[in-house]
């Protein structure tokens, strides 16, 4: 039975829970300390089956902090960990704060996520903490876009770890022909993913009976992403909702021509990214689909769903994985919105366009109307063996510190 060594702050008054588990680090003579950091959605459910692992597993010291999105999984997944605004003095931590932490607690490497860290650094300054510290990092790319996450202005290589987990080859090349240096980067797969694809998830008849769906229902559900505006001074997330009501309407209006029946109706669902601000739909709209809130888990909403629809969000790839019935919408414009599709593996079902959505959903109707998961997705497209991967990784770190 795992224990757990608590100890209490009281310079601050923060309740640190380090996990104590009974099966000792292979060959490793020494207690050590990892400190976990995770910030974003994707990334803190990329690197939770290593999270869970390690406490079940490992006979080290883990100091496990969440910021702002991945405090709300911690807590659904009852992971003990300590708020970040709980043991520094302000939000988002600079990297003066970061090596305060890192003095503090003296872990011997980090382990995180990566983060969006226009909108809160928070993440990168505890990469760039640990590297002027000579701390070593490891830290997790969850998706295969989104490289501005290492970014700082015009310095390309600023927030990166000692060594950045990449999901596959070409997420690696990509990352050399921006200039990272090639050992830098470890090809370890996604731990989420491939957890998803092995671990069938069963559907409940509560979940849509508490969001007032019937069970015959055609449940479509367009799961969002925030339009991104920035500039030198400032950044600002939009609702996409708000800025393209028109071609959402028109996506609805396409699944319900192909799906609806006598028999069974269509139910159309929209559900917001968490960075998007609220938008109100006029009356008339409100009637043509239902907006989900962000109370609603999204991967436990696209399992329930007939159809996931969105465009290149890492829920699209979670439904997929899944073995939902998934459309990513490449249409032009939705391309052309911040990092949209940058360095897509092209694993996803697109359509362009609206005749493409048209032959998309009739290729899945049958599926579709019966309620069924696809079956197209028989073998694991990633790199296998991910949670290995990541547990070599911070086993040899951890034995190469002195």
């Not at 290492?150 to 990509?174: A, M, Q």
């Not at 239902?290 to 399992?303: C, E, H, P």
């Not at 790839?317 to 490449?330: D, G, P």
């Not at 919105?337 to 079902?349: A, G, M, T, V």
């Amino acid at each position: 039975m795992e224990s757990i060594r608590y100890s209490m702050n009281y310079e601050n008054c923060s309740l640190r829970c380090q996990y104590l588990s009974p099966k000792p680090l292979e060959d490793e003579p020494l207690k050590k300390k990892i400190l976990i950091f995770a910030q974003d959605t994707g990334g803190t459910k990329a690197i939770l089956p290593v999270i869970n692992n390690l406490i079940k597993n490992w006979d080290i010291d883990l100091l496990i902090i969440g910021h702002l999105y991945a405090c709300e999984i911690f807590i659904k997944e009852k992971i003990n960990f300590t708020k970040l605004e709980d043991v520094v003095d302000q939000i988002p931590i600079t990297e003066e704060n970061g090596s305060s932490l890192l003095n503090e607690t003296k872990p011997n490497i980090v382990f995180c996520t990566t983060s969006n860290n226009r909108f809160d650094p928070s993440n990168g300054n505890i990469i760039s903490a640990s590297r002027n510290n000579n701390i070593p990092s490891f830290a997790l790319f969850d998706h295969w876009k989104g490289w501005k996450r290492i970014h700082k202005g015009k310095n390309l290589k600023y927030y990166l770890p000692n060594i950045l987990g990449v999901i596959d080859e070409k997420s690696r090349l990509f990352g050399e022909s921006i200039g990272i240096p090639k050992d830098c980067m470890e090809i370890v797969g996604q731990p989420h993913l491939e957890q998803l694809f092995f671990h069938n998830a069963e559907k409940s008849y509560h979940f849509r009976k508490k969001l007032n769906i019937r069970e015959d229902a055609i449940l479509c559900t367009f799961f969002s992403q925030p339009v991104i505006q920035e500039n030198e001074e400032s950044i600002e997330f939009k609702s996409l909702l708000d800025v393209k009501t028109k071609l959402i309407l028109k996506i609805f209006e396409i699944c319900k021509k192909e799906l609806q029946t006598n028999q069974q109706p269509v139910v159309f669902c929209f559900k917001s990214h968490p960075k998007e601000p609220d938008f109100s739909l006029p009356q008339k709209e409100k009637i043509q689909m239902r907006i989900i809130d962000n109370t609603v888990d999204s991967l436990s909403l696209a399992i329930h769903s007939d159809l996931v629809l969105g465009i290149d969000s890492m829920i699209l790839y979670e439904a997929y994985f899944s073995h939902c019935n998934t459309i990513s919408l490449r249409f032009h414009e939705l391309t052309g919105i911040d990092e949209n599709f940058q360095l897509s593996p092209r694993l996803l079902p697109e359509a362009m366009d609206e005749n493409d959505l048209f032959g998309e959903i009739n290729t899945m109707k049958e599926s579709i109307l019966n309620h069924t998961s696809k079956q197209d997705l028989l073998n694991y497209p990633l790199s296998k063996g991910s949670l290995d991967k990541c547990e070599g990784i911070l086993k040899r770190m951890i034995r190469e510190v002195i």
